[in-house]
């Protein structure tokens, strides 16, 4: 198998927003967990998915950060 193109030096975020038997959604960062894309895998290859990319979950405070950004971006809401 080829070998990744990101860099291992750049640190990879993982936030699951929902997991059932079929699917597993999540949010998928590189370097600024503001940044990502929403993904969606069985539950075998989100594991594989993590495993090959060495992901940080991210804890409930980084998620709530995110979420206040992506709410002063959206309403133009500042605290």
Request: glycine share 0%; aromatic share 12%.
């Amino acid at each position: 198998m080829s070998q990744s193109a990101i860099p291992r030096t750049l640190k990879r975020y993982v936030r699951v927003r929902e997991r059932s038997a079929r699917f597993v959604e999540f949010d998928f960062a590189i370097e600024n967990p503001e940044l990502f894309v929403e993904l969606i895998m069985p539950p075998v290859a989100f594991e594989a998915f993590c495993a090959r990319n060495d992901v940080i979950f991210m804890s409930d405070e980084q998620a709530e950060a995110v979420d206040t950004q992506m709410e002063k971006w959206r309403y133009s809401v500042s605290h």
